[in-house]
């Protein structure tokens, strides 16, 4: 009998082989022959997934934003059961810092992704940007706890918000290249959410 191909796990493996080329070398490195080779798999078979580069590229991404979701979701989902607005705020800030090698290559492959945008000067629209996400979430944190006098009433929870996501935005790179450890980048965060969370109260 035939073995039984999950067609979806393919699609994920070839997305690592994608992502281990661009984690390394950017995404101008990453070509429907450069992923076959680097997965040790076929040309042909890594078409018949993905007709395209673009398809590739988009799946990719993808496969990307659901992993971080993953990996965010369990430091987040432990922060929310304290209910604590600042102990949660803090687990969406530090959860996108990366942590070991593939937290590493991971991040890697969202800059690389993001350098393209910037070349581009524009977002592509079929690629869904992550930090809208974390803004929306951290600005219904903050005005929470402003209700409840933990954050003082002269904070613009959206203007803050936007400034926190891009401080963490700022936290990865600093990682990447070694600028900052995950500790001290935690520490930042720590030393930020005090000011902010200093209350009326």
Do not use: C
């Amino acid at each position: 009998m035939p073995k039984r191909v999950d067609h979806q796990e393919r699609r994920r493996e070839i997305a690592e082989a994608l992502f281990r080329i661009a984690a390394g070398r950017g995404l101008q490195a990453v070509t429907l022959r450069a992923v076959a080779a680097e997965a040790g798999i076929s040309m042909n078979l890594v078409q018949y997934y993905f007709p395209t580069k673009e398809e590739m590229l988009g799946f990719a991404w993808r496969r990307i934003v659901e992993l971080t979701m993953e990996n965010a979701g369990k430091t987040i989902g432990e922060a929310m059961k304290t209910e604590d607005e600042r102990t949660i705020v803090r687990a969406y800030l530090t959860a996108v810092l990366p942590e070991g090698e593939r937290g590493r290559m991971l991040a890697a492959v969202q800059i690389a992704y993001f350098a393209v945008d910037v070349t581009r000067g524009s977002q592509d629209p079929d690629q869904e940007p992550l930090l809208p996400h974390l803004v929306h979430a951290i600005t219904g944190l903050l005005r929470a706890a402003q209700e409840k006098g933990d954050v003082p009433a002269r904070v613009d929870p959206r203007l803050e918000a936007d400034a926190l996501a891009t401080m963490s935005a700022g936290l990865v790179t600093g990682i990447l290249v070694d600028a900052y450890t995950a500790e001290r980048a935690a520490e930042i965060v720590d030393y930020r959410l005090d000011g902010v969370f200093s209350g009326d109260r």
